[in-house]
């Protein structure tokens, strides 16, 4: 661009240069503007839509903002007058299942991550290949496989299940990035605990635990937002049982089982109930998880 | 390399344990040192036989090859069986029955009409997506901090709004009946391709439309990600290298191409290969779009898949094999993945 001779030039040149410098900028914030709206737009709409009475969902001029915003929807799916049971059962279901397999998960991968991290052995490489491609399979095809599965061990139409699957699920991808944290602790400082007479489970509790900490904040964030919005296993082992719905099957459950067609409202409104703790908990840890991502984006 | 948080085992855990005398049948330890207590002597075992990461390991794997690796070898063992309702109740014992359920897929019309579709929308949406991701990462690391935050924190609440989430919202965007998509092409003026036709156009009822929903689904929620990589990446590179190709003339084009590419080039590869595992393997959202209405002909290779194996009469044999069929696909290109990560050293 023309900025790019600008400080080389001549006067005239330089001022020429600096107001294509503050149109470039103009131009970029334009455009960065332009992105976030557009990617902000659907969510948005979402919230928005949840707030309008039937009649202005279905109205022929689409106002952004609810000219008469009601609670009626979130009234209608708190209720559970149509799906059985109020939205909090299917909270409590959601978080049980999540905060227990991330619990799960996260102890497993720990010990995991401290044999990938801090020693060297024969199969580790291939080991954590295997975790790499392990990742990759999909899950709606081991779907068919863990279904027949469980079905002797009454673990369809059960959190149980759910919880297990999760926490299996999770594993991989918990253990590659927590493996990074385990490696980057400095082994002077394991060596230094020993020489003070620290046994292995005082390093572990002193020194490892500490300093793998924030990577255990940051995978259990990527293994609870695994669980919170996994849809296809629930969809297949919750049965028609609506009681052990978690909330991916709340929200979709809206959109089969509309009394007269499609009842935009309700679905909005449950899906703003499922979608905004998310949104809120990833806004709270932002900058952690920004910084998370990309560690566990680069490094592998 | 000798790891030394066992150096002095059971110094801090040894203190409650009872102290029993040697066991006769102790294992073979060269030196019996008296006084230990079984739990001491456990770790010694433990540190010279080197066996410690295998058992911090034992725990992890088990799960993992109960629940992950063994279900994908048994897709492969039901593929070669007659399995269904009758087998899974016990009703009739399973039977190994050869390649049937293979030649019975391969023969189905539809079978191949998803297989197509799962790889023109990978074709389709893999570099859109990474097209829209790198230029929104070229663009944050262009603006300026308040603006790059604003810009970035949209893009994190789309990566993380739920895929059950953005299926219905987009459903209820390209709704036929008070959908905003539908108005807004019906109120644009015909050279931009709008005009009242557009009011009351069914989205999901034809592949075409479906699908080109399903793209922008696809792009919205996974941009982010491809975005906030490449501008990891971008910090990566030296700013002299930008600053000199400037000043030897180069636009941003050419130094794109001839700087921030081929610096970049390892990470692209990888997110190249992600987006094509994910998006030839995508189910959630074509699930909530096409397959609610229950669109046989709009069915991804993943859908077909399922329901296969779970629409009455159940035929998880069938299922299994395309289930095996759609895992050997995604293993081969995993494969590239794998084989491109350790290339960038992730094994170290």
């Known amino acids: 661009m023309t900025t790019a001779h600008a400080p080389a030039g001549p006067r005239g040149t330089r001022r020429a240069g600096s107001a294509a410098k503050s149109l470039r900028k103009a131009l970029l914030n334009l455009a960065g503007l332009l992105v976030a709206l557009v990617t902000l737009f659907p969510v948005l709409w979402m919230i928005s839509t949840a707030f309008k009475p039937p009649t202005e969902i279905y109205s022929l001029t689409p106002h952004p903002i609810p000219l008469h915003p009601t609670l009626a929807n979130f009234a209608h799916v708190l209720s559970g007058s149509e799906i059985g049971t109020p939205y909090w059962n299917f909270l409590k279901n959601s978080l049980f299942v999540t905060v227990v397999s991330v619990i799960i998960s996260s102890l497993l991968a720990l010990l995991a991550a401290i044999a990938l991290g801090r020693f060297r052995f024969r199969f580790r490489t291939i080991y954590l290949i295997m975790l790499l491609i392990v990742q990759m399979l999909p899950q709606q095809a081991l779907v068919i496989a863990l279904f027949i599965d469980f079905r002797p061990l009454n673990l369809l139409d059960s959190l149980t299940g759910l919880i297990l699957v999760y926490a299996a699920f999770a594993l991989p991808v918990t253990i590659w990035m927590l493996r990074n944290f385990a490696a980057t602790v400095p082994r002077e400082l394991e060596d230094a605990a020993a020489i003070d007479g620290a046994g292995a489970w005082t390093v572990f509790w002193r020194i490892l635990l500490p300093l793998i900490s924030p990577g255990l904040v940051a995978t259990s964030v990527f293994a609870f937002i695994f669980a919170y919005n996994e849809f296809v296993f629930a969809l297949t082992f919750i049965g028609p049982d609506t009681s052990k719905f978690t909330l991916p099957l709340f929200v979709q459950y809206f959109q089969g089982h509309g009394s007269t067609g499609t009842d935009w409202g309700a679905i909005m409104a449950a899906s703003t109930l499922f979608t905004i703790p998310v949104l809120a908990f990833f806004l709270i840890i932002q900058r952690r998880l920004a910084s998370g991502l990309v560690a566990g984006a680069v490094k592998g | ?348």
Do not use: C
């Open chain 2, 1 to 348: 390399m000798v790891n030394t948080d066992k150096r002095r085992p059971g110094t801090s855990s040894s203190a409650g344990a009872a102290s029993k005398p040697l066991p006769v049948d102790a294992p073979r330890g060269r030196v019996r040192t008296p006084g230990l207590t079984s739990r001491q002597r456990a770790a010694i075992w433990i540190r010279r036989h080197g066996i410690a990461p295998y058992l911090l390991l034992v725990p992890a794997t088990a799960v993992i090859g109960w629940l992950v690796l063994w279900p994908a070898i048994q897709i492969g063992l039901f593929s070669f069986q007659n399995y269904g309702l009758a087998q899974i109740s016990g009703a009739l014992p399973t039977q190994w029955i050869g390649f049937s359920n293979y030649t019975q897929v391969l023969h189905d019309p539809e079978f191949w009409l998803s297989l197509r579709i799962s790889l023109v929308f990978a074709v389709v949406v893999v570099p859109l997506t990474l097209i829209v991701g790198t230029l929104v990462g070229l663009l944050l690391s262009r603006l300026g901090k308040k603006m790059a935050t604003f810009v970035s924190t949209a893009a994190l609440l789309a990566w993380g709004t739920p895929a059950v989430s953005g299926s219905v919202i987009f459903a209820w965007l390209t709704d036929p009946d008070g959908g905003i998509v539908d108005w807004t092409l019906s109120k644009l003026p015909t050279w931009l391709g709008g005009g009242p036709h557009w009011a009351g156009f069914s989205w999901e009822n034809s592949v075409l439309p479906a699908y080109t929903v399903l793209t922008v689904l696809l792009v919205w929620t996974s941009y982010p990600f491809v975005a906030v990589t490449v501008l990891a990446g971008l910090r990566t590179i030296p700013s002299e290298l930008a600053e000199a190709a400037r000043v030897d003339g180069a636009g941003p084009w050419t130094s794109f191409w001839k700087i921030t590419y081929p610096m970049l080039k390892p990470v692209f590869l990888v997110l190249l290969l992600l987006s094509i595992i994910w998006d030839f393997g995508v189910f959630t959202q074509p699930f909530i779009i096409t397959a609610a209405p229950g669109n046989r002909d709009e069915f991804n290779l993943g859908l077909y898949e399922y329901f296969r194996a779970f629409t009455q009469p159940a035929a998880y044999g069938v299922g299994s094999a395309v289930a095996f069929i759609l895992t050997i696909i995604l293993l081969v290109i995993s494969v590239g993945y794998v084989r491109a990560s350790v290339k960038q050293g992730v094994l170290r």
